[in-house]
């Protein structure tokens, strides 16, 4: 489905690759959208269905679905309602945000979170500011007062997810808010190179191979520019991902570790309690009871 498409349906401009509504129409069947898709529910319930499983929708829940995945809502009560921002590739692709913002650790985890009374009155208020100018057909900085706005919302509900695990994440945001400007610096390539890779690759080795640098000399610019080891940004990454997988996924910690792909469970276990001082399953069960 493009966005387009989806503006045609819920008889709303197209033009600016964002669309701000509320209770808005979805198709009947299944459908794979061209657009990324942030849904708060303030009221009533509903079904969301996402690569083939069921979420719950119910009053102060955050859902996201993102372009290319399969989704199917339905089961809709009469008094289900919704605040929805739609981005279109376009403006996707302008916003630059780092994945610890967005919450991706988490989100790849899970379509549908419960949050806090103050989160979400938090994005009502942003909600209700983007749609205000998207209003201003004349303002001739309306692109850059949306994008200024979508980034406060994105970093704030980065922000809240990671805060949620009760990891201290502010040195991930520091760099990268550093680091986004200059897209080609070597600081930049390797902090995106393990956002992208960490989970799975947690050895410095590969990402001087990926960057054609030497190890130690790619480890000492690290240092140099940022104040940290490589290899501390790497587990830091590396630990976010596991704690969000623990946090909100339904996977065993068994699963977990074999998808990080370490080379046992006991050497997950052991990296978990290096990083956070707990075992997997003590913070799964802590993370669980809240």
């Given at each position: 489905m493009k966005f387009s498409d989806f503006c045609t349906l819920n008889g709303c401009p197209s033009e600016n690759n964002i669309a701000i509504l509320q209770n808005c129409e979805w198709p009947e069947e299944p459908f794979i959208p061209e657009f990324n898709v942030v849904m708060y529910s303030h009221g009533g319930e509903a079904l969301l269905n996402v690569e083939g499983r069921d979420y719950s929708l119910s009053r102060k829940c955050m859902s996201v679905f993102k372009s290319g995945q399969k989704v199917h809502i339905r089961k809709m009560s009469s008094s289900f309602r919704t605040n929805v921002?739609?981005?279109?590739?376009?403006?996707?692709?302008?916003?630059?945000?780092?994945?610890?913002?967005?919450?991706?650790?988490?989100?790849?985890?899970?379509?549908?979170?419960?949050?806090?009374?103050?989160?979400?009155?938090?994005?009502?208020?942003?909600?209700?500011?983007?749609?205000?100018?998207?209003?201003?057909?004349?303002?001739?900085?309306k692109n850059e007062c949306i994008l200024s706005l979508l980034r406060a919302f994105f970093y704030s509900t980065g922000y809240y997810l990671n805060k949620a695990l009760r990891f201290?994440?502010?040195?991930?945001?520091?760099?990268?808010?550093?680091?986004?400007?200059?897209?080609a610096s070597l600081i930049t390539r390797f902090i995106n190179l393990v956002e992208a890779n960490a989970q799975k690759n947690r050895?410095?080795?590969?990402?001087?191979?990926?960057?054609?640098?030497?190890?130690?000399?790619?480890?000492?610019?690290?240092k140099k520019e940022t104040g940290l080891s490589g290899q501390d940004l790497i587990d830091q990454y590396a630990i976010l991902s596991a704690m969000a997988k623990l946090s909100y996924s339904h996977k065993s910690i068994k699963e977990i570790s074999n998808e990080m792909e370490f080379?046992?469970?006991?050497?997950?276990?052991?990296?978990?309690?290096?990083?956070?001082?707990q075992s997997p399953l003590s913070y799964k069960k802590q993370r669980r009871s809240r």
């Open positions: 921002l739609v981005i279109g590739g376009d403006i996707g692709q302008e916003l630059s945000v780092s994945s610890v913002f967005l919450g991706l650790f988490i989100l790849d985890e899970t379509p549908v979170i419960r949050v806090t009374s103050e989160y979400a009155e938090a994005s009502t208020l942003f909600f209700g500011a983007m749609e205000r100018v998207l209003r201003f057909t004349s303002n001739p900085y201290d994440c502010s040195d991930l945001y520091r760099l990268s808010v550093e680091h986004q400007q200059d897209k050895r410095m080795s590969f990402y001087s191979a990926q960057l054609g640098y030497n190890p130690k000399y790619l480890s000492s610019v690290v080379p046992s469970q006991s050497d997950f276990g052991k990296f978990f309690k290096r990083m956070t001082g």
